[in-house]
């Protein structure tokens, strides 16, 4: 898991009230892990990138709910 930069931090901090505590965890991982993808940006490779210590394992269903349910409840 990636530690939140230094420079972000004011900016990251300013947002959560407009976040729930499970929701501001997950936008926080999600925009580290977008800023740490190289590459094409998608939400399967950001999500991947969120646990750079476990190498992607495709030939079983994937954790990446979390992250699209982030995306499809929000209001």
Request: aromatic share 10%; proline share 7%.
């Amino acid at each position: 898991m990636w530690c939140m930069i230094d420079s972000l931090r004011p900016v990251v901090e300013q947002l959560a009230p407009a976040f729930t505590l499970a929701s501001c965890h997950t936008s926080n991982l999600l925009l580290l892990s977008w800023i740490m993808c190289l590459g094409k940006k998608t939400l399967c490779r950001v999500g991947e990138n969120a646990h750079p210590e476990s190498p992607p394992d495709h030939s079983q269903r994937h954790h990446l709910d979390s992250y699209y349910n982030f995306f499809e409840r929000s209001a």
